[in-house]
Nanobody, 115 residues
Framework: QVQPVESGGGLVQAGGSLRLSCAASGSSFSRNAFGWYRQAPGKERELVARITSGGTTNYADSVKGRFTISRVNAKNTVYLQMNSLKPEDTAVYYC?????????WGQGTQVTVSS
């Protein structure tokens, strides 16, 4: 199993960009699907984007056209490029590693978008 560790969060103005990284140790990295989820205060955790081991991606409607998920297996890293950020994107963003019915979560990284 792989253990994700997120980085790249921070404070950005509306309309700006951030790139989140999810580094995951473990020899089975390439066989995992990965997801980016977010949780805002008082709200449930929601899926933002997901990428399968084969590179197929899917996105929440709220981020389509603005966010891009990608993976570089040689670096054991998954990225979330976030453009045209909005205040409603403010949340703690979590990376998940998924394989054979098991999911490992990272500790999360805070993204704050000011208006």
């Amino acid at each position: 199993q792989v253990q994700p560790v997120e980085s790249g969060g921070g404070l950005v103005q509306a309309g700006g960009s951030l790139r989140l990284s999810c580094a995951a140790s473990g020899s089975s990295f390439s066989r995992n699907a990965f997801g980016w989820y977010r949780q805002a205060p008082g709200k449930e955790r929601e899926l933002v984007a997901r990428i399968t081991s084969g590179g197929t991606t899917n996105y929440a409607d709220s981020v389509k056209g603005r966010f891009t998920i990608s993976r570089v297996n040689a670096k054991n890293t998954v990225y979330l490029q976030m453009n045209s950020l909005k205040p409603e994107d403010t949340a703690v963003y979590y990376c998940s590693a998924e394989r054979l019915g098991y999911t490992n979560w990272g500790q999360g990284t805070q993204v704050t978008v000011s208006s």
